[in-house]
């Protein structure tokens, strides 16, 4: 009796890497060599940030996507901090704020000018003051406008309304060590944390309760890492007893056991997982490592499903994600990361093979877009929503970009922001940020004076008339007279 392997049916599990040419990288970037488990990189559809080597303080490199290929040293920065910057956030809801923390203690919120930077930022948007020792972590809440997190070594954790620059939510007794990571669920309602103490934790920022704790998820005294999936479940990555390191799965509803515990290898940088909640695919990249590890988690045993590994020479010092909206849909691309080498940043871009250039509309479900679903007031006083989800089958004509105002009194200038014009076509040319789409139907609009003058055909030359008294399949005479054939009497 024979027995043939069944192998698991999935969409993602020829998903291949490829990192694009080498003029379509960042060359001759200086990336930061502080000591801090960070990613050092953040992208959005518009601009590339990367923390840089900077003297007597910290910055950090802010590049429009389009500006490849060598970066000049005078290159302008954003210069505000008096020490180094740790960690680097985009605002998902204005793809021109972004939020920085530091070793001066300081979180700082800075407005991008729309074509990106002619001279060095030195004047943030807001300073948030409130930590006593340096700020590792900053994170931005997935749905309510202006409220940001922040994490420092004080182990205090402070949720701010960057709109009106008030200190919201003080969370300074839930954690007795260091904060290696903070990830805010699918709607915001929650955020998980992993701390040093070896203790994953799952807390309710607004009541400022713990909802349930895991103490040793992982046992070695390495970082760990803990993010939140789309179903509530939360991913781990950390290390064995035995120093080698692991994945994990946990329910909340039942911390006792992990639902899936994978062992990877012993190298020793911390792992990094990037989340799609798309495809439900979690990329995980080691600090000091040269691959990309992808895995697909589902609801069947056992849970976590390895796919592939993307291999190359180099190690990476940082990683960044594009946001769903900002990848080439008409090239079946599923997540495209930005990897940090000592002196370059370079895109590697994932792929799924298919051989239609129609829509995938199983790789492209509605993803979350940059409107928020909640202004900061709603969130505080106990609302929840779900991100506001746009299509990617059409062009995405967003609406234009709000410069970030802050006031003691209200949020913003205005409650909404401006809804595109109906008259807008799919594609049309805006200031914000574009969505990359396939041209439906491969229209040739233009192409008529092209075929009209090209409609002349070549013709081969007619053959040469066999001269009186040849026959069929004879040799041809070899001295001919002129241009006609010798005549014989």
Known sequence: MSFRKVVRQSKFRHVFGQPVKNDQCYEDIRVSRVTWDSTFCAVNPKFLAVIVEASGGGAF?????SKTGRIDKAYPTVCGHTGPVLDIDWCPHNDEVIASGSEDCTV??????????TSPLTEPVVVLEGHTKRVGIVTWHPTARNVLLSAGCDNVVL???VGTAEELYRLDSLHPDLIYNVSWNHNGSLFCSACKDKSVRIIDPRRGTLVAERE????????MRAIFLADGKVFTTGFSRMSERQLALWDPENLEEPMALQELDSSNGALLPFYDPDTSVVYVCGKGDSSIRYFEITDEPPYIHFLNTFTSKEPQRGMG???????????CEIARFYKLHERKCEPIVMT???KSDLFQDDLYPDTAGPEAALEAEEWVSGQDANPILISLREAYVPSKQRDLKVSRRNVLSDTRPAVAPSSARPGASTSAVSVHTPVPGGSLTGAAPLLASHTARWLPPAPCPRPPGQVQ??????HPVG???????
Not at 108 to 117: A, H, R, S, T, Y
Not at 321 to 331: A, C, D, I
Not at 483 to 489: D, E, N
Request: charged fraction near 20%; aromatic fraction near 6%.
């Open 61 to 65: 490199l802010v590049l429009p996507l």
């Open 108 to 117: 700082m919120v800075w407005q991008i000018p729309e074509n990106g930077l």
């Open 159 to 161: 949720i701010w309304n």
């Open 216 to 223: 040793k998820a992982h046992e070695g005294a390495r970082p």
């Open 321 to 331: 994600s594009m946001p769903k909206r900002g990848l080439e849909v008409s090239k």
């Open 352 to 354: 799924v093979p298919r």
């Open 473 to 478: 399949g004879q040799s041809t005479p070899t």
């Open 483 to 489: 241009l006609g054939w010798s005549r014989h009497a």
